[in-house]
């Protein structure tokens, strides 16, 4: 549970039905990120329309302000379901009102959107290791980091003709400006606006929850870490 003086940073104008229509709206969006990364193959080609429909839905929800969607996304996964479902799903909201934030218009917030709800894939051939209780060995830490390759892998092999965000999202989100990252150690400009943005609110997701080998972090001390390292986000 959050502590009582982060949720301080909450405006009082959020009324109980805002919260409401950001929460039905997360859990639409988690119900069909659940949909289309359990697809296999070509059924993606199926599928895809309904990713674009759904962003444009998100990005003209313009009634869901950045706090009011932080406190949705601040809140449990839902239980009995792997984890990356609602990550997944808390990361593309977010990435939406962080685009937003930083001026982008309707044609690349809808494409920032499309790209954040595939980002992660590729995790899908690897959630008996994502869920996992303990701290990964080397090796599993090493298998499980080839997902952005597999991920790309997919949706090429699917024949559904994924934007060029959409790809670079998937590639590049783990890649660090400084660097640091993978599966290609890319920096600064080499690697795309969206999976930059993409990267930064993956990050900041998951320390905000838990996982099967940590407890989550309060929102202060995620920014906190965050700022520590601020040179891989650029």
Request: charge should be negative.
């Amino acid at each position: 549970e959050i502590e009582r003086e982060e949720m301080k940073a909450f405006p009082e104008e959020e009324t109980e039905e805002l919260i409401k229509q950001a929460t039905l709206l997360h859990q639409e969006v988690f119900a069909a990120v659940k949909n289309i990364y359990m697809a296999q193959g070509v059924a993606l080609v199926a599928l895809w329309p309904a990713v674009v429909k759904l962003s444009e839905k998100l990005v003209d929800a313009t009634a869901v302000s950045c706090s009011v969607c932080l406190r949705v996304c601040l809140a449990d996964y839902p239980s009995g379901q792997p984890y990356v479902f609602g990550h997944v799903a808390n990361v593309c909201m977010m990435s939406l009102q962080l685009a937003r934030g930083l001026g982008y218009e309707r044609d690349r917030l809808l494409k920032l959107t499309e790209a954040a709800f595939m980002h992660d894939i590729g995790m899908t051939r690897f959630l008996d290791l994502a869920n996992k209780p303990g701290k990964l060995t080397e090796q599993e830490m090493a298998e499980i980091k080839r997902h952005p390759q597999i991920g790309v892998t997919i949706v090429n092999e699917s024949g559904a003709g994924f934007p060029a965000a959409v790809l670079d999202a998937i590639g590049q989100e783990h890649e660090r400006m400084d660097g640091s990252g993978y599966p290609q150690g890319l920096k600064d400009a080499q690697i795309s606006d969206a999976a930059q943005i993409i990267g930064l609110v993956d990050v900041y997701e998951a320390m905000l929850h838990t996982r099967p080998y940590r407890k989550k972090l309060t929102p202060s001390a995620t920014m906190h870490a965050i700022l520590e390292n601020k040179r891989a986000f650029g």
